[in-house]
């Protein structure tokens, strides 16, 4: 970006911050905000475009514009996702980045979502390890967390935690930016903070540091707890403790301008071998993963027991099958293996090097199902195999013989 001199700004904001933030933003990709420009097309003048905007953001004449709103189907509705402009994107980013080194030295150690050097499989652990020596769980859901969050109290938190003027000036504007809908008119925000925007995942976590974490280190100090952004698993050593767990939280999150959804959040027994009592609700869901009892082997003692362990859940699985589907590998005839393994193992290996860090025989039907997908591409390509399923099976595992590493997915799940 052109140097300019800083003297008439009304804001200090580094060239470099944005120049990072833009380089953030180019590597996780994504599509166009409101105003069509994408990703691609702002590289294309990236320089003139990022100094305008550090200008603009410099004098305290930038200003949003509308977010615009996808609708991702989910197991129950939709989850509505705000995507802004690149070059708000852009800003976000900066402005997150700015914040991230005053708020990581506050944050909780159990806070775990959209944190450097964290990752949900470090809470999928923790929370592992906690459930062996607690018996109880209180499975934690707010109801339309990003659509409440309360800006008055993000703005005060905000404020606490950064004397950076701009940043808590373009907050305010970025949560009240209107939502461009799928029919082109502009919806005004009263409240939340937008899915999708490069800000939501720091303001989050400073929101519920405040009104989560430091209240149940105050109020239940010995109670322990797992928070991946608003995803949240507190331990409970009995059945009486969620409950009352539970309801002080209620009260609590009606305070701070949230309410716990009545029908997920739901009080679980960590039932195995040992705990052999009786309730409603044995497994829960944390992070993609979905703890229950399940079978396990001591190799030391040589037996099998029942553990409360986590696994890849059934949701995860069919959302992994389902894109695997959309790719129609039988339609790739003119590929050869070698050419669809390098086309699907980054994706395939990415989903196998987080699913299978804890009980990895459970991506097996995932396996099946890729397996059935190359069986069906064999028939398609070679003639000779088009007329037998039995024919191109054997074939396929006469590949997988010679070449067991050729695809990512037959370290778990060889064809048969």
Same mark, same amino acid.
């Given at each position: $970006?052109?140097?300019?001199? #800083?003297?008439?700004?009304?804001?200090?904001?580094? !060239?470099?911050?944005?120049?990072?933030?833009?380089?953030?933003?180019?590597?996780?990709?994504?599509?166009?905000?409101?105003?069509?420009?994408?990703?691609?097309? @702002?590289?294309?003048?990236?320089?003139?475009?990022?100094?305008?905007? +550090?200008?603009?953001?410099?004098?305290?004449?930038?200003?949003?514009?509308?977010?615009?709103?996808?609708?991702?189907?989910?197991?129950?509705?939709?989850?509505?996702?705000?995507?802004?402009?690149? %070059?708000?994107?852009?800003?976000?980013?900066?402005?997150?980045?700015?914040?991230?080194?005053?708020?990581?030295?506050?944050?909780?150690?159990?806070?775990?979502?959209?944190?450097?050097?964290?990752?949900?499989?470090?809470a999928v652990a923790v929370c592992r390890e906690r459930c062996f020596k607690k018996d109880w769980v209180l499975d934690l859901d707010i109801r339309? @967390?990003?659509?409440?969050?309360?800006?008055?109290?993000?703005?005060?938190?905000l404020a606490r935690h950064t004397d950076q003027k701009w940043v808590v000036l373009y907050v305010e504007r970025w949560l009240k930016a209107p939502m461009l809908m799928a029919d082109g008119?502009?919806?005004?925000?009263?409240?939340?903070?937008?899915?999708?925007? *490069?800000?939501?995942?720091?303001?989050?976590?400073?929101?519920?540091?405040?009104?989560?974490?430091? +209240? $149940?280190?105050?109020? @239940?100090?010995?109670?322990?707890?797992?928070?991946?952004?608003?995803?949240?698993?507190?331990?409970?050593?009995?059945?009486?403790?969620?409950?009352?767990?539970?309801?002080?939280?209620?009260?609590? #999150?009606?305070?701070?301008?949230?309410?716990?959804? *009545?029908?997920?959040?739901?009080?679980?027994? =960590?039932?195995?071998?040992?705990?052999?009592?009786?309730?409603?609700?044995?497994?829960?869901?944390?992070?993609?993963?979905? @703890?229950?009892?399940?079978?396990?082997?001591? !190799?030391?003692?040589?037996?099998?027991?029942?553990?409360?362990?986590?696994?890849?859940?059934?949701?995860?699985?069919?959302? $992994?099958?389902?894109?695997?589907?959309?790719?129609? #590998?039988?339609?790739?005839?003119?590929?050869?293996?070698?050419?669809?393994? %390098?086309?699907?193992?980054?994706?395939?290996?990415?989903?196998?090097?987080?699913?299978?860090?804890?009980? *990895?025989? %459970?991506?097996?039907?995932?396996?099946?199902?890729?397996?059935?997908?190359?069986?069906?591409?064999?028939?398609? !390509?070679? !003639?000779?195999?088009?007329?037998?399923?039995?024919?191109?099976?054997? +074939? #396929?595992?006469?590949?997988?013989?010679?070449? *067991?590493?050729?695809?990512?997915? +037959?370290?778990? =799940?060889?064809? =048969?």
């Open positions: $970006m052109r140097e300019s001199s #800083l003297n008439s700004k009304s804001f200090r904001i580094p !060239k470099r911050l944005l120049w990072d933030a833009w380089l953030k933003v180019k590597e996780n990709g994504g599509s166009a905000g409101a105003d069509g420009v994408s990703i691609e097309q @702002f590289e294309q003048e990236v320089t003139d475009r990022l100094y305008v905007l +550090w200008n603009r953001m410099c004098s305290g004449s930038y200003f949003p514009g509308p977010v615009r709103t996808v609708d991702i189907p989910k197991k129950q509705g939709v989850r509505r996702l705000g995507i802004p402009s690149v %070059a708000d994107r852009v800003a976000q980013t900066a402005a997150s980045m700015a914040l991230e080194a005053g708020v990581e030295q506050v944050f909780h150690d159990d806070s775990y979502g959209y944190r450097p050097g964290r990752s949900p499989l470090e339309s @967390f990003f659509d409440s969050v309360p800006w008055d109290l993000t703005l005060r938190a008119s502009l919806v005004p925000r009263v409240k939340g903070t937008p899915q999708g925007s *490069p800000i939501s995942p720091v303001l989050a976590n400073l929101f519920l540091h405040h009104g989560f974490d430091t +209240w $149940m280190a105050r109020e @239940f100090p010995a109670v322990q707890f797992e928070r991946f952004a608003d995803d949240a698993v507190i331990h409970c050593a009995t059945e009486r403790q969620a409950r009352q767990v539970r309801e002080a939280l209620a009260s609590r #999150l009606v305070e701070v301008g949230l309410e716990l959804h *009545p029908d997920k959040t739901r009080i679980v027994y =960590c039932k195995n071998s040992n705990r052999t009592g009786v309730h409603e609700h044995v497994s829960f869901e944390f992070c993609g993963y979905a @703890f229950r009892p399940r079978k396990a082997y001591n !190799k030391t003692e040589g037996r099998a027991f029942t553990g409360f362990l986590p696994a890849v859940s059934q949701g995860q699985l069919s959302e $992994m099958s389902r894109r695997a589907a959309a790719w129609r #590998l039988h339609r790739r005839t003119t590929f050869t293996l070698d050419d669809l393994a %390098a086309h699907i193992n980054p994706v395939i290996g990415g989903w196998l090097a987080y699913y299978t860090a804890f009980y *990895p025989t %459970a991506v097996r039907p995932l396996g099946h199902r890729l397996n059935y997908h190359l069986v069906r591409w064999a028939r398609w !390509k070679y !003639k000779r195999l088009e007329r037998s399923n039995r024919k191109a099976r054997a +074939w #396929l595992k006469g590949v997988h013989s010679r070449q *067991p590493a050729l695809l990512a997915h +037959w370290r778990y =799940c060889a064809p =048969c």
